[in-house]
């Protein structure tokens, strides 16, 4: 895969005029395999390879060093290792949820043993909510928190916790992906759905985000990054739930453009 990035740099300081593009190809397996230990409680494990070849810098940024440089630039980077997931899921519907809630715990060490000339941990903390909102009504309010931290270890650059690279790219509506990045990542996302029509055809929804990534190297979280926006949904299929999604979001320093997704965002 073939991949145009564009990157700011490092942590929440970085403005529309440190932009950078990079381009690289990008080959990506992860799978795991979970056990239910109780109702609606899944533990397992799996593998995750990552690889990116080709990495360039497509128009240098006419400063002397760009922060990809300064963090360490390599043409091609191998990344392998175990993932542990530790899941709770107690929505109706994973596609489209109602109600319930979706929480997972996930830890991936990344070894010199399994392929990488470095080692580094990192660890995803999710949790999704699903109300009725008025009780009695048919509008969802939705709820999702999505935190990455590096434990230890030193990342690839393009491996580090950024703007939209989550597992399905959708973090940050309102910013384009690789607006923010660090070793850290805080991550609170909001959407109310309304359906527009009796039968769930036409529904729009409000969303709005806020996240924030630390200093490189640290824990300390400093300024935080708001968006917000509005969108248009579209029933593909009515009985998986399955939606078109077209969303338009604002994010500071004028960010802004359209989001399209298969499925709902939060």
Known sequence: ?????????????????????????????????????????????????????????????????????????????????????????????????YS??????????????????????????????????PANSNNILALWSYNWFTLGGRAPYLMLPSTAWDKSYNTGRGYIQGRFRSNNMLDAETEYRIRLTKNGLLG???????????????????SAAPAGGLGLRVKLNKYSRTNISIDYGLGRQGSRGFFVNLGEIV
């Open 1 to 97: 895969l073939k991949y145009p990035s564009v990157t700011y740099g490092l942590g929440m300081h970085s403005s529309p005029s440190d932009q950078n593009l990079l381009d690289f190809q990008y080959f990506k397996f992860h799978e795991s395999v979970l056990f239910q230990l109780a109702p609606q409680i899944y533990a397992g494990g799996g593998y995750a390879f990552d690889y990116f070849w080709k990495v360039k810098e497509v128009h240098p940024h006419p400063n002397p060093v760009t922060d990809f440089e300064k963090y360490g630039y390599r043409d091609h980077t191998i990344s392998s290792g175990l993932m542990f997931h530790l899941l709770r899921d107690t929505r109706d519907n994973p596609i489209n949820a």
């Open 204 to 222: 729009m929804v409000l969303f709005g985000n806020l996240e924030s990534f630390s200093e490189i190297g640290t824990f300390r979280f400093g």
């Open 100 to 133: 319930g809630t979706f929480t997972n715990i996930l830890v991936s060490p990344r070894s010199k043993f399994l392929g990488y000339d470095a080692s580094w941990t990192t660890m995803h903390m999710e949790w999704r909510g699903y109300f009725r909102f």
